[in-house]
């Protein structure tokens, strides 16, 4: 078996790869990259990052955008969402956004990989996936950034935060929340008795 041969054993349909991945089955992985985009065992997705694609009967199917991004992070630790999921809390948001937002603990800026458009923000703290409290704080931590009108906006998140678990909404604003975010639940849950001089 040539090296080449060899190395195509241990790609895995529908995985992403760095260059340095391919280091440990390759002694010319410059070459073999090469020659392995142009047999199409693999596709350029950005720089540095190769997928094996997954041929479906509909063509190759595009890198999971979980798989994508983790290969570009090198860490499992970060959480993808986007300003669509507010439109499910009932808060009068509509509009669509084209964009997926990765919170992560390495990268910051809009990075496109595999001919998709990612925004990358760095935060301290995220949960695994998006919760319901998780949005609702966030909804407030990037009213600027959203389309609607925001004192309309806050008056939605007023009503749904009254209707939430008070401790779960409370643990979200500590654990999520900005400065704005934190005195405009202050003044939301006046009851939970927050202090955020």
């Known amino acids: 078996m040539s090296a080449l041969e060899d190395l195509k054993q ?3 349909q529908g995985e992403v790869y760095r260059r340095a991945d391919l280091e440990a089955w390759s002694s010319a992985v410059d070459r073999h990259l090469k020659q392995l985009v142009e047999d199409g065992s693999l596709v350029k997705l950005s720089g540095g990052l190769y997928l094996c694609p997954k041929k479906t009967s509909f063509g190759v199917a595009p890198a999971d955008d979980e798989t994508l991004v983790r290969a570009f992070l090198k860490d499992h630790r970060f959480m993808l969402t986007s300003p669509n999921l507010y439109n499910s809390l009932g808060l009068g948001t509509t509009q669509l956004y084209n964009e997926t937002v990765v919170y992560n603990h390495k990268r910051h800026g809009v990075f496109k990989l595999g001919g998709r458009k990612f925004r990358f923000a760095m935060k301290p703290y995220f949960p695994s996936k998006p919760t319901e409290e998780f949005l609702l704080v966030d909804a407030v931590n990037n009213l ?3 389309a609607e009108d925001s004192e309309l906006v ?5 009503k749904k935060a009254a209707q939430m678990n008070q401790e779960k909404v409370v643990n979200a604003v500590l654990e999520y929340g900005g400065v704005k975010a934190k005195k405009l639940f202050a003044k939301l849950l006046p009851d939970a008795k ?3 001089a």
């Open 194 to 196: 927050l202090n955020y």
């Open 10 to 12: 241990h790609l895995k």
């Open 154 to 158: 806050l008056k939605q998140v007023s």
């Open 144 to 146: 600027a950034q959203l």
